[in-house]
C-alpha cells in the first residue's frame, strides 16, 4: 500500500511489516519518545586508513606505553551485559583514521555491536561502560544529553530487550547497526 510509503518520515516500505505487528507497533510508538531525543551516539574509532596501514600496527598494543594509551575494545568484547576486556589498548590521538569526540569515551556509555548478522533473533547486544573504554568502529557509543533525566541502566534494558529486538529488527533489517536508525528506538516516557 503507497499510503505506508508516504506516511512513513523516511519515505520507505518495510517489507517486513504486518498490520498485527505494526497495531502494536504503535502503540508502543505513541507512549513513548525517541532514543536520540535523550542521548548523543557515535560510532567509534576508525583506527587505519588501510588494509596496509593496519598491518603496520603502530597505534595498537597490549602494553600501555603511557597515559596516551587507553584501553580499547573491539566487537567480539562485548556481550549482552558484559564487557570482556583482553588487554588490549589504543595510542589515541589525531593520528587515528578517526578519532572521534572523547566525550563517547570519558563518560558513562552504552557500548553497542554496530555490525550483526541480520539472521540471528538478537540484533541489539550492549552493554554498560563506567571504566571509560575506547573502542573500534564495530562499536558504537550512546551517551546521554545534558538536560536528560533518564537512567542510561534504564535505557539499557530497553535496548536489550526482547520486544525492542523485534521492534527494530522489523525495522531495520540491515546488518550495519547504523546511528541513525537506533537512534528512533522507542523509550517509554
Known amino acids: 500500500n503507497q499510503k505506508f510509503f508516504n506516511d512513513h518520515p523516511s519515505y520507505r516500505f518495510n517489507i517486513t511489516s504486518d498490520p498485527i505487528s505494526d497495531k502494536i507497533f504503535k502503540k508502543i510508538e505513541n507512549n513513548s519518545i525517541k532514543l536520540g531525543s535523550i542521548t548523543e551516539s557515535s560510532q567509534g574509532i576508525i583506527l587505519y586508513k588501510t588494509k596496509k596501514d593496519s598491518l603496520e600496527n603502530k597505534f595498537t598494543s597490549f602494553n600501555q606505553k603511557d597515559l596516551s594509551w587507553k584501553k580499547l575494545l573491539r566487537g567480539t568484547n562485548i556481550g549482552r551485559y558484559e564487557t570482556k576486556w583482553t588487554g588490549e589498548y589504543v595510542q589515541y590521538g589525531k593520528w587515528l583514521w578517526s578519532s572521534r569526540d572523547e566525550k563517547f569515551f570519558n563518560k558513562q556509555k ?36 545534558e538536560n536528560n533525566s533518564y537512567s542510561l541502566y534504564f535505557i539499557l534494558s530497553i535496548f536489550n530487550s526482547k520486544p525492542i529486538n523485534f521492534w527494530y529488527k522489523m525495522h531495520f533489517p540491515n546488518v550495519n547497526i547504523n546511528p541513525n536508525d537506533f537512534r528512533e528506538i522507542p523509550i517509554p516516557q
Open 110 to 145: 552504552i557500548i553497542l555491536q554496530a555490525l550483526r548478522n541480520k539472521s540471528l533473533s538478537r540484533r541489539l547486544i550492549a552493554t554498560f561502560d563506567d571504566e571509560k573504554y575506547y573502542n573500534a568502529h564495530n562499536l558504537a557509543n550512546i551517551i546521554s544529553k
